[in-house]
């Protein structure tokens, strides 16, 4: 069974920084571009960042570059997401996806999502 198991959400100011954690079980990890999304209140689904299952190319939307860091350690079947400078519209459910391409915008697995609130 595949799981996608986020962590590492919560509450912070604006300005301050959170690491969110995407571990993984149940598939090859290295064979997965991980991905993370956010679902703001009223909102659609966005996507956050990827990077693809070698580690050696990353992407991120236009509002989260410069501030937001994709990463992953295949050894440890993990993603990460590193959030800088969080700003309140930053808040959303965070969820984290994997695909077994590195292209294309089909995703075949999805975490739980992690609330993250920024307070201005």
């Known amino acids: 069974q595949v799981q996608l198991i986020e962590s590492g959400g919560g509450l912070v100011q604006a300005g301050g920084s959170l690491r969110l954690s995407c571990a993984t079980s149940?598939?090859?990890?290295?064979?997965?571009?991980i991905a993370w999304f956010r679902r703001a209140p009223g909102k659609e689904r966005e996507f956050v960042a990827s990077i693809i299952k070698s580690g050696a190319w990353t992407c991120y939307a236009d509002s989260e570059k410069g501030r937001f860091t994709i990463s992953r350690d295949n050894a440890k079947s993990t993603a990460y997401l590193q959030m800088d400078g969080l700003k309140p519209e930053d808040t959303a459910v965070y969820y984290c996806a994997a695909s077994n391409s590195d292209y294309g915008t089909e995703y075949h697995y999805w975490g739980q999502g992690t609330q993250v609130t920024v307070s201005s």
């Open positions: 149940g598939l090859t990890f290295n064979n997965y571009r």
